[in-house]
C-alpha cells in the first residue's frame, strides 16, 4: 500500500481518533505546524501550514514532509523549506515527540532567524512530556513546562524570572551551561548529551539533553531552549543488567570450572585430564622430556552395581580414585574416563618410573570385603587392568584433537590388551 492509498479510502482523506485529535490540537497554533507518524509520514497539518506553505491537507497527509518541503531536520533549529510554488520559506523550528508522534511547528521569519513566540512556546510546551526550558541570554528563566516541573521538583513560579541554576544543586550544573551555550554561540548543534545532575531536592538524575538556540531580530544570540528527558531508569537498567551478565559470567567459570572434577571421585573430568595431557604433549615438544599415559579398568564392577547396588559401586570407585591419587607422583594428573575407567597424566615420568606407578595402582584391592548377601556365584572378584604408554614426538607435535585423541587410544588399547592376555 502506498503513502497516499494509507491515507484516502474511498477518495477522501480520513484520520483515525488520535490523528483526528492531534490535527484538532494542532490548528490552535499560530505558525505551521506538522505532525509525522511512526513510519515517517505526515499525519497532521494545520490551517497556518496550509496557509503559509500553501499545501492543501490532503495533498500531504501519507506524504514524508521532504517530498512535500524539501529536506526537513528531524531536531529542533534553524530550517530551510520550499512552499507548493517551490519559494524559499526560512524560519526557526521547534520539535517535540508525544506517544511515537513527532511534531514540527516553524515560526516563519525574514532574514535572520527569529525568537520563537511567547505564545507559541506556552501553547505547545505544556502538551510535552519532555522537560523544556526557555533561558535568555543571561540564564535567566523564562518558561518552565509542566514536564520540567515533575522532573525537577520545582514549580515554574518560583523559578521563572531566575537563573536556571536554581533547577540544581551540584556545581557541575554551571560547566553543563557553559557548554551548552558556548556550541550555540558557535553555531554546534547540541543534542543528546547525557548529563549527571541533582535536584534540589537531592535527587540524581541522568538526563538526555538537547538545546536550540533562539536569535533576535539582527541573529544576536538571545537564549536558548533546553529540552531535558529523564533516562535515569534506562540506565539504572543498564546497570543492573551488566551487573546480573557479570554474575552469569561468574557462575558460568564457576560451573566450567566445576566441570573440570568429577562429581563423586574428585578426580579429574575427561575435559581436564584432555587439556593436562595437550599441556604437556606441548611442553615436551620444547623439553623434549618424556610423557606416559597410565589407563586403569575396574574389573567386575558392573557385577557389583548388578549385585549390590549402585552405593556400593559408588563407594568402590570413590576408594579407588583416592588409591590411585596416592600412587602417583605430584605433577601427575589423575581423571576418570568413564564409569569404571580412570587415567593419569605422567609428564616426564620415563616408562620404567611408569611402570612401577603401574604396579601400584594395580595391587589395588577393595577395602573391604563385599557382603555375602547378593553375591552370586558367577561373580568376578574385583581387580584393576592397568596399561602404560609414552607419547611419541609425533604425538608431541600434532595438534590437540590428534595427538590427545591418539595417545588415550593406545593408553585404552594397552588396556584391553593387557585383559586379552590374561
Known amino acids: ?38 513510519t515517517g509520514r505526515i499525519s497532521a497539518w494545520n490551517r497556518a501550514a496550509e496557509s503559509v506553505l500553501g499545501h492543501s491537507a490532503a495533498t500531504v497527509l501519507g ?57 507559541l512556546l506556552q501553547e505547545l510546551l505544556e502538551h510535552v512530556g519532555d522537560a523544556i526550558v526557555t533561558v535568555d541570554a543571561a540564564g535567566t528563566v523564562q518558561l518552565l513546562n509542566r514536564g520540567a516541573e515533575r522532573l525537577y521538583g520545582v514549580r515554574a513560579g518560583d523559578l521563572v524570572g531566575r537563573h536556571v541554576r536554581g533547577l540544581w544543586l ?36 541522568v538526563v538526555e539533553s538537547a538545546a536550540t538556540a533562539l536569535y533576535d531580530g539582527h541573529g544576536g544570540y538571545a537564549g536558548a531552549v533546553l529540552v531535558s528527558r529523564d533516562v535515569t531508569p534506562v540506565r539504572e537498567l543498564e546497570q543492573s543488567l551488566r551487573a546480573a551478565t557479570r554474575a552469569l559470567r561468574d557462575r558460568a567459570t564457576q560451573m566450567a570450572k566445576a566441570t573440570h572434577r568429577d562429581a563423586l571421585t574428585g578426580v579429574a573430568a575427561r575435559s581436564l585430564l584432555q587439556e593436562r595431557l595437550s599441556a604437556a604433549l606441548g611442553a615436551a615438544v620444547e623439553t623434549e622430556a618424556p610423557v606416559c599415559v597410565l589407563t586403569a579398568d575396574l574389573d567386575g564392577f ?18 579407588f580414585a583416592a588409591h590411585l591419587r596416592a600412587a602417583l607422583p605430584p605433577s601427575a594428573t589423575a581423571g576418570r574416563l568413564g564409569a569404571d575407567e580412570f587415567a593419569a597424566v605422567l609428564p616426564g615420568t620415563e616408562e620404567g618410573t611408569a611402570q612401577r606407578i603401574a604396579d601400584a595402582v594395580r595391587a589395588w584391592t577393595p577395602p573391604s570385603p563385599l557382603p555375602a548377601r547378593g553375591r552370586r556365584s558367577d561373580d568376578r572378584v574385583v581387580g584393576v587392568t592397568v596399561g602404560v604408554v609414552r607419547a611419541t614426538s609425533l604425538e608431541c607435535r600434532s595438534p590437540f584433537d590428534t595427538g590427545v585423541r591418539s595417545v588415550l587410544q593406545r593408553a585404552e588399547e594397552a588396556v584391553a590388551a593387557q585383559k586379552t592376555g590374561r
Open 302 to 319: 558392573r557385577a557389583v552395581n548388578d549385585s549390590y547396588g549402585l552405593a556400593a559401586g559408588d563407594a568402590l570407585l570413590i576408594a
Open 170 to 205: 551540584d556545581e557541575g550544573a554551571d560547566e553543563y551551561l557553559e557548554a551548552v551555550r558556548r556550541a550555540l554561540v558557535a553555531g554546534r548543534s547540541w543534542s543528546g548529551v547525557e548529563v549527571e545532575l541533582v535536584t534540589r531536592a537531592g535527587r540524581s538524575l
Open 63 to 119: 506524504c514524508f514532509p521532504h517530498e512535500v518541503l524539501g529536506e526537513v531536520p528531524a531536531v529542533s533549529g534553524a530550517v530551510d523549506l520550499r512552499d507548493a510554488r517551490g519559494r524559499r520559506v526560512a524560519g526557526s523550528a521547534v520539535v517535540w515527540s508525544d506517544g511515537g508522534l513527532r511534531h514540527t511547528s516553524v515560526r516563519i521569519c525574514q532574514g535572520d532567524v527569529g525568537v520563537v513566540s511567547r505564545r
Open 1 to 38: 500500500m502506498g503513502p497516499q492509498a494509507a491515507w484516502e479510502r474511498g477518495g477522501a482523506v480520513q484520520l483515525d481518533a488520535q490523528d483526528a485529535a492531534t490535527a484538532r490540537f494542532l490548528d490552535g497554533f499560530p505558525d505551521p505546524t506538522w505532525t509525522v507518524d511512526p
